[in-house]
Structures are given as structure tokens and as C-alpha cells.
């Protein structure tokens, strides 16, 4: 009697584990989720309003959630011919709130009040270590941070520096395409976003040390991110830097997995397979949308516009009468694809750049409405 009863309670207790809820699993690299269709137009303020706040700027948008900051300009704000209150000031108060290090790498750098921040910064004890484009090394506000006792090394080479990030404390990234210039905050269309987590800030270390330290830059550079596919709070994150990572195979692997939508802001579109890799979506009965950099497409030799205008591509010019900055492609309402890098063979090949894949619809929402006001702005074929 005693083996039968233990007998029963064994197969209810199996029964009942049967019963309970898979463990959740982290989605493999090559794994899109899933989204529902709605028209761009169409979309809401936030998908989760307890997950993601706004935060108010004088001239510009901000939003934040458990991790992050995301922050877009407004060249379109009357407000912005002041030149002040915008985007860069959320910056600012994290140099100011800044207490062991500062890494910072610029490709440009004219925001005074950046520049006395990070001096500050060195005046309370914290170390402040930069890496520069070369060619933009030499002028006043990077000059008036060397002659304060910063060290700026210059990537002496004929690729870009083009990376813009910045690193506090070893805990913390600001990335994302907007240089710290003054047209870059007001004029230009651009985002930044702010990231809180140690392992992505581990990434962005290892490749400033790589410029800082070891002088490498371009083609010099190795492949060495210690995190490229991590989870923050939740969220899937790749990091990926360049010449060095791959960068272009590991867009066309995620484009090629579209199903419903591609949206794309770029500043400069060259590169072949991608502009190839979107034709053929189109192609497939997804929606491609994008808007390019009017100045871009004028002087650029190989732009993919004219190609996806052939084809009746809903890809327009943009209407800023400064420089449409953003590097951003949004796939399926539910990835974001952002940094410095353009979708060029030179981001690819021969520049300094960062980029980052976030697999967030909440994310991609913000970037959404982002994209809705530029493409509004822009000229309709």
C-alpha cells in the first residue's frame, strides 16, 4: 500500500511539472521578434508608458527607461537658433556626476560647455582621457582641453576617427551619431543614447584602450570586444565596432530576416550589398521606407538613391536645412540598428565607428516616432 501511494504521488508530481510554464530563453543572435503591423503613421506615444518616460528638453526629445536614455535633436525647434538648452546638456550633467574616469572618443568636438565639463571633471581628480579625429584635433576647443592638461591623442591616419562616444566611470556609454559640435546639437538631425551597464561599457573600454593605448586605429584594429552579444535588463544588445568586427555581414544576416518592415535614416548610403539587400526585401513584400541626407546624395559617388527611387522605393531627400546626421535603420518595429557607422564601404573598411543592435519594440518605438518626424519633414517623391 505504502509503494503504491508513493507510486501516485510521484506521477502528480510529474503531471503538475508538465503542467508549469516553460523557462524563459534568450533569442538566438539570428531571431526577430515579432511585432504587430501597423501603418508608421499610426503610431502610439509608447507602448508601455510605465517602461519608458519622457523626459523634458528645451530642444530636443528625450526618453528613459530601466537602462537607458535616449535623446533625439531638433533642428526644426525656433528655439534651437539659441544654440542652448538642447540634447547635449543630459551629457553634461553625466561628466559632471563623473567620480574615477572619462574616456571619451570625438570625432569632433565644439560644445564648449562639454569641454568645461570634462574640465572640471579633471579639476575634482577624475581622469580624462581622450582620442580624436586628427584633422579636427588642432582646433579651439580641443586646444583649450589640451592646454588645461587633457591628453588628446590623434588617430594620425587617412581613415576617419569617426566614433563619438564616451565612457564614464567604466559603468556607463553615451554613443549614438551626433558629434559634440555645436551643429551637431542644433542643426542636425542626430540621437544619442545613454546606456547604464558595466558589460557594454566593458566593450567600448577594450576598444578605446585599443586606440589610447596600443595606438591602433583602422585597419590596424583587431577584434577583441570581450561582450558582443549580451542581455541588459532583459533586452538583447550587440555591440560591434569597426573595421574590425564585420559590421556589413552582420546587417545583411538580420535585413535578410525581415518580414515586415524596414525604416532607414542615413546620412550616407553607398554600400552595394546593403542598398541590394533592401531592394530585394522590397521585393519580397517588405515595406522599405528611408529618408537620406539631401547633400549626400549629391556629392556621394555610387548612392544607392537613385537605385531605390528606380524601383519606386519610398525613399526621400530630407527636408533639414542642416544635415540629416542619423545612422539608423529599424527592422520590423522591433530591432534598432544605430551608432556612427554609415552604410558605407568606408565605415566598413577603413573608419573607426561603433554600432549597436537592440532587440527592443519599446526601443524601436522612440526611433519610430524619430523617423516619422524626419520622414514628414522630407521631400515626398
Known amino acids: 500500500m505504502l509503494k503504491r501511494i508513493l507510486f501516485l504521488t510521484v506521477l502528480f508530481s510529474l503531471a503538475l511539472a508538465a503542467c508549469q510554464p516553460a523557462p524563459a530563453t534568450q533569442a538566438p543572435p539570428n531571431t526577430i521578434t515579432k511585432t504587430p503591423s501597423a501603418s508608421v503613421t499610426d503610431l502610439p506615444a509608447t507602448q508601455d508608458p510605465q517602461a519608458i518616460e519622457q523626459i523634458p528638453v528645451h530642444v530636443g526629445y528625450g526618453y528613459q527607461g530601466a537602462w537607458f536614455e535616449i535623446y533625439f535633436t531638433d533642428p526644426a525647434n525656433p528655439a534651437a537658433k539659441q544654440d542652448s538648452g538642447g540634447i547635449e546638456e543630459a551629457v553634461i550633467a553625466s561628466i559632471d556626476s563623473a567620480r574615477l574616469s572619462i574616456d571619451a572618443a570625438f570625432y569632433s568636438l565644439s560644445l564648449r560647455e562639454v569641454a568645461n565639463a570634462l574640465l572640471r571633471a579633471r579639476d575634482r581628480g577624475v581622469a580624462v582621457r581622450v582620442v580624436m579625429e586628427s584633422d579636427n584635433r588642432d582646433k579651439s576647443v580641443p586646444q583649450a582641453l589640451i592646454e588645461g592638461g587633457i591628453p588628446i591623442l590623434g588617430d594620425r591616419r587617412d581613415g576617419l576617427m569617426h566614433d563619438k562616444f564616451i565612457i564614464i566611470d567604466r ?35 577594450v576598444e578605446f584602450e585599443e586606440m589610447y593605448s596600443d595606438d591602433m586605429f583602422g585597419a590596424d584594429s583587431v577584434a577583441t570586444t570581450p561582450n558582443p552579444f549580451l542581455t541588459v535588463d532583459g533586452t538583447d544588445v550587440e555591440t560591434y565596432f569597426s573595421p574590425d568586427d564585420n559590421v556589413a555581414a552582420r546587417l545583411l544576416d538580420i535585413l535578410s530576416l525581415s518580414e515586415e518592415s524596414i525604416y532607414f535614416l542615413a546620412y550616407s548610403f553607398t554600400s552595394d550589398e546593403l542598398g541590394q539587400i533592401l531592394r530585394d526585401k522590397a521585393a519580397q513584400g517588405v515595406s522599405v521606407q528611408g529618408v537620406m541626407e539631401d547633400a549626400q546624395i ?41 551608432g556612427s557607422y554609415n552604410f558605407t564601404a568606408s565605415a566598413e573598411d577603413r573608419n573607426d565607428e561603433n554600432l549597436l543592435i537592440i532587440y527592443s519594440a519599446q526601443i524601436a518605438n522612440l526611433f519610430l516616432q524619430e523617423f516619422q518626424r524626419v520622414f514628414s519633414a522630407a521631400e515626398a517623391p
Request: glycine share 6%; aromatic share 8%; net charge negative.
Open 171 to 205: 559603468s556607463e556609454v553615451w554613443s549614438g551619431s551626433m558629434n559634440f559640435t555645436v551643429n551637431g546639437a542644433y542643426d542636425d538631425n542626430n540621437n544619442l543614447i545613454h546606456i547604464r551597464s558595466v558589460k557594454v561599457a566593458e566593450n567600448y573600454m
Open 298 to 338: 549629391e556629392s556621394n559617388q555610387g548612392t544607392e538613391f537613385d537605385l531605390f527611387r528606380q524601383l519606386n522605393l519610398d525613399v526621400r531627400r530630407d527636408g533639414n536645412d542642416g544635415q540629416m546626421h542619423h545612422k539608423v535603420m529599424i527592422i520590423d518595429r522591433s530591432i534598432v540598428i544605430t
